[in-house]
């Protein structure tokens, strides 16, 4: 069976769907996988064949012009959830960023799709051009989400966002929710609704990396972890500063390492004694060896926490992200700091009421049990080939 996987050019999206692929050839499948051209190099890294579709475009400029000025930029700030069914009544279109980068993947989509006949498409659930193009070439596509269903609440936008798209594509209704979700995110995170769910297990990847010997050894103190991405270059100061979150570890008996993107370690310039700064490691390689993990909250870090069992204090600045951090704040894994509320004391006070608890570490440790009850993605790669027809 030959299955295309597909993304857009964020890492944090694609690597979401490294393990599926693997699972693929794994079973002795063929896979494929399409990106905008600057994505390529992690899907190679990730020892996958990728080819280039569309073109990169300016994701600063856009998430500027489409995000930050939005209202739905200040409900996040304050911890809000977003009320979708008011955002459309006052004509609000939050699925303009991810309809234009439809536009610019959906010829070459289309033209891969045609040219390679691939059995089944698995796409990253905002990239929009990919049921677009199974539907015009007559293939299923399954959506891949990154934990609590985010993509879902957008999709009663997607009819009017991408009408230009479908009518250019000769297409009636679409439905951009695929035809199942492969799901990773712990049933008691979950949104309740009516989205075909194929609940799979996912084993944590933030990309490729080297495992420095101090990963090996078991940490004499506390660990703590403060991470706030791989993209959070593009907040432009809109999140809580790193180096205020290595201030409120300072002074307290912990050893913290401070993950920062490839070039990052200079922009903190001095940091606290009991910090490791390091730069570009993958969380999973020391995950498990952490008692707390602090973050800004998004699918990725938080997955790779919840999988190693490890309690997490958050600070959200999307909407996305307020999304997830309350629903794990409910499991009582974890603890929400508002981002208009956050401060270097009050971060501090929640550290220390984290790592004082054994109430939220049996929480964590609880919904890392749950999530890897769920079934392998082995065992889904199973259904997905009957769902194609290919059983």
Not at 80 to 99: H, I, S
Not at 190 to 210: A, E, F, H, I, W
Not at 232 to 254: E, K, M, Q, T, Y
Request: proline share 7%; glycine share 8%; with cysteine.
């Amino acid at each position: 069976m030959r299955v295309l996987l597909t993304s857009w050019s964020w890492p944090t999206h694609y690597n979401w769907l490294v393990p599926v692929a693997w699972a693929f050839r794994s079973a002795g499948h063929e896979v494929l996988v399409a990106v905008p051209p600057g994505g390529t190099h992690g899907v190679t890294r990730a020892g996958l064949p990728a080819v280039a579709v569309g073109a990169d475009f300016d994701v600063d400029r856009v998430i500027s012009k489409y995000y930050w000025s939005s209202p739905i930029a200040e409900i996040s700030a304050r911890g809000d959830d977003v009320d979708w069914d008011r955002m459309r009544e006052e004509g609000q279109q939050p699925l303009a960023v991810y309809a234009l980068l439809a536009s610019i993947m959906q010829d070459g989509l289309v033209a891969l799709t045609r040219g390679w006949r691939p059995d089944l498409m698995v796409f990253d659930g905002v990239n929009y051009a990919a049921p677009l193009a199974a539907a015009a070439c007559g293939i299923p596509a399954v959506r891949q989400i990154w934990g609590v269903d985010f993509s879902s609440q957008l999709a009663p936008f997607a009819d009017e966002a991408l009408a230009r798209h479908r009518a250019q594509l000769g297409l009636g209704e679409v439905d951009v929710l695929g035809t199942a979700t492969l799901d990773p995110c712990p049933p008691s995170m979950q949104l309740v609704d009516g989205v075909r769910r194929l609940p799979t297990r996912y084993p944590s990847y933030n990309g490729p990396g080297k495992a420095p010997r101090w990963v090996l050894d078991r940490p004499r103190k506390p660990r703590v972890c403060v991470t706030w991405g791989t993209v959070s270059h593009l907040f432009n100061g809109r999140i809580f500063p790193l180096g205020g979150a290595l201030d409120a570890l300072a002074d307290l008996d912990v050893e913290v390492v401070a993950t920062v993107p490839k070039g990052g370690r200079k922009e903190l310039g001095s940091v606290p004694a009991n910090t490791r700064v390091v730069e570009d490691l993958p969380l999973h390689l020391f995950m498990a060896s952490c008692d707390l993990v602090i973050s800004q909250g998004g699918g990725g870090v938080t997955a790779t926490a919840v999988e190693a069992g490890v309690p997490q204090l958050t600070v959200p600045r999307t909407s996305e992200q307020v999304l997830i951090c309350r629903s794990l704040e409910r499991t009582g894994a974890a603890r929400m700091i508002a981002l208009d509320d956050a401060s270097t004391a009050l971060l501090r006070e929640e550290v220390v009421r984290l790592l004082g608890s054994a109430a939220h570490t049996a929480a964590a440790r609880s919904l890392m049990r749950e999530a890897r009850a769920q079934r392998s993605l082995a065992d889904t790669v199973d259904t997905l080939t009957a769902l194609a027809g290919r059983a």
